[in-house]
């Protein structure tokens, strides 16, 4: 070990993922975006015809993902590839990210995943960012980020994303989303989402994101 990572755990649409980008920007780190790797999970699975509730060939999914993450400069998102195709965008749908919360509930999933996850722990060092990087993957980090913010807030972010992108859904439907993900995601019984004990928690509700990262740098000079 020794190698420096800061974690960046919290639900979707805390800001962790544009927070773990600029401090990666920053420090000149790498960036593990291990969300993705559940959304490729789940991904692959569709692709290859495999049934949502067969666990066994979900986790052979996982150990066999044929993934790759297309080098980029530091605290930039990668290009990623799956099977060799391009999938970068086609993993960030709603359908994707709901069936990857459900694939993420399997302990061999999960078990699957972790050296993998492990193995981006390369100088000069790593920012993290996910829901149990600093309880499982990274528990020795020397720096642990908890992002979160209101429901309604997440939901109204996203609202505003995805109208940038050209996608109107009701705001409310989004926020029901949100609510079943965080709920999935917070009761599970393998890697609940839950802030470290030594995890510095930041509620981003009502701040811009400038102002998130100045309390996330802060933390960090702080631990
Ligand atoms: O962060 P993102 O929305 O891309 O993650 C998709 C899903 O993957 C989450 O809802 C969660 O269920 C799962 N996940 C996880 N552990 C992580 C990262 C993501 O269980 N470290």
Redesign the pocket.
């Known amino acids: 070990q020794g190698i420096p990572v800061i974690t960046v755990d919290g639900p979707?649409g805390s800001g962790k993922?544009t927070v773990t980008q600029m401090l990666a920007r920053k420090l000149g780190y790498h960036l593990l975006?291990?969300?993705?790797l559940?959304?490729l999970t789940a991904l692959a699975a569709m692709r290859h015809g495999v049934d949502l509730d067969d666990e066994a060939a979900l986790t052979r999914e996982a150990q066999d993902l044929n993934v790759a993450f297309e080098p980029t400069p530091p605290g930039e998102p990668a290009r990623v590839l799956l099977d060799g195709v391009d999938v970068t965008r086609a993993i960030r749908t709603e359908e994707c990210?709901d069936n990857?919360?459900r694939v993420?509930v399997i302990q061999s999933v999960?078990d699957a995943l972790l050296q993998r996850q492990r193995d981006f722990r390369v100088l000069p060092g790593l920012v993290a960012?996910?829901?149990?990087?600093g309880t499982v993957?990274f528990p020795d980090a020397p720096v642990k980020l908890f992002l979160t913010a209101s429901a309604e807030e997440r939901a109204q972010r996203r609202h505003r994303q995805l109208l940038d992108s050209g996608v109107s859904v009701s705001i409310d439907d989004l926020l029901e989303d949100i609510r079943a993900?965080d709920d999935?995601?917070m009761n599970r019984s393998s890697?609940p989402l839950k802030p470290a004990g030594d995890a510095q928690v930041i509620d981003s509700t009502g701040l811009s994101i400038e102002e998130v990262l100045e309390r996330a740098l802060a933390a960090a000079s702080r631990a």
């Open positions: 979707g993922g975006d291990s969300g993705a559940y959304r990210g990857a919360s993420a999960r960012d996910g829901r149990d990087m993957v993900r999935r995601d890697a």
